[in-house]
């Protein structure tokens, strides 16, 4: 296995950890809040910041884990009315565009990261820009995802069964 497919793996299992983990917690958070707010009349005054911050992360991580094995569900649907030249292009302009979008998150991102002023007086104030640094690192992630999706689309993997794949280079 190569230094990058270690890493990349590394990677894609750390953010699913991380998603999960980030998964529990906003579930924890909402129930927390709710039972707190029904039950007891006393809201947390974090309760929905936090679930907010952990929806968001969660949805911007597991959106790096999509673009890097390639889970389309537009491209999905398609295999199954396009000649397989056809989704094989579009499934790389996808990839690319999904690229560009983590460009655009990593430069937008790191700007409003500049940008964001004030602080979260219910979370210690903590400054704004912490969490909006999921921008930037989303974006980065992003790119590099879809730099390991091209790379198994352009040597016609499928990006779900590189264990074989790594074995037989070896």
Do not use: Q
């Amino acid at each position: 296995m190569t230094l990058i497919r270690l890493i990349d793996r590394v990677l894609s299992r750390t953010l699913g950890a991380i998603c999960s983990v980030l998964l529990v917690l906003m579930i924890g958070f909402i129930i927390y809040t709710v039972v707190l707010r029904t039950v007891f009349l006393a809201p947390p005054f974090w309760g929905d910041t936090l679930t907010l911050f952990a929806n968001t992360w969660l949805v911007l991580l597991a959106f790096v884990l999509a673009v890097r094995t390639r889970s389309n569900i537009a491209m999905t649907t398609a295999h199954a009315f396009l000649p397989t030249s056809v989704t094989r292009f579009f499934e790389g302009l996808w990839i690319a565009l999904f690229g560009a979008l983590g460009l655009l998150l990593l430069v937008k991102g790191w700007e409003v990261v500049g940008r964001i002023p004030g602080s979260y007086w219910e979370l210690g104030n903590l400054p704004k820009s912490y969490p909006m640094m999921i921008l930037p690192i989303s974006g980065v992630l992003v790119m590099a995802a879809s730099a390991m999706a091209m790379i198994d689309h352009i040597r016609d993997r499928d990006g779900r069964g590189t264990d074989e794949d790594d074995a037989k280079e070896h």
